[in-house]
Every structure is written in structure tokens, then in C-alpha cells.
């Protein structure tokens, strides 16, 4: 069983198991588990229910490995050019997103 997820600006296909890293949100510090609800599609070995935009009653259940503190890792290092021609005007800023790392526990749809 697999199902495709929205979070944030980004579509994940995920299964029970699976270890992904989503966009960074707010979350209590004590908290253990996030529900994902906007989920577009689901499908198990017989059917494929696919939402329009979003599946009604459908959410998928995640977990963190220790704490929501310690999910939280940061992303590759980027580092965009800002640059005008024949300015001598040169700008090297370094960029550095955060994501936070879940385990998907169940998929009920």
C-alpha cells in the first residue's frame, strides 16, 4: 500500500516504513507523531482511490525517531551567485534549508 502526499509545496509517494524528509513546520516539542491529511492519492494491491483535490477521511500518520527537536536536519549547503555584468559587482550568498525527518506509520484511508 502506497500513497501520495502534499506537504508543503511538495508531492511524496510514501508506504508504511518509508523514511523521508518533509518541509519544516510547526510542531510542540513534545510531540511524537504528525498527521499528514492532505493526501491525493491511495492505493492498495486491488483499487487506487485518487482525490479530487484531496482524499476526504484519508491521512497518513508519521513519527519521529527520538524527539520533534532532534528531526529537525539541515539540508546540502547552496550557495547562489548574484552577479551584474561589466559592474565588477560580484555576491556569494550561502543558503542552508531544514527539513524535518519522519518514519510514515500508517496509511488509513
Known amino acids: 500500500m502506497y500513497a501520495v502526499i502534499e506537504q508543503g509545496s511538495k508531492q511524496y509517494k510514501v508506504a508504511e516504513g518509508d523514511c523521508i524528509k518533509i518541509e519544516l513546520t510547526d510542531i510542540s516539542p513534545e510531540a511524537t507523531t504528525i498527521e499528514l491529511d492532505k493526501v491525493l492519492l ?9 482525490g479530487t483535490p484531496y482524499l476526504k477521511g484519508a491521512k ?3 513519527s519521529f525517531q527520538t524527539s520533534a527537536q ?3 536536519v539541515k539540508g546540502q549547503k547552496l550557495y547562489p551567485m548574484h552577479f551584474r ?3 565588477n559587482s560580484k555576491k556569494r550568498v550561502g543558503h542552508r534549508q ?3 525527518q519522519v518514519t510514515i506509520d500508517k496509511i488509513e484511508a
Open 42 to 50: 491511495v492505493s492498495d494491491d486491488k483499487e487506487v482511490k485518487v
Open 60 to 62: 497518513v500518520i508519521a
Open 70 to 72: 532532534d528531526a529537525v
Open 85 to 87: 555584468r561589466r559592474k
Open 98 to 100: 531544514k527539513h524535518l
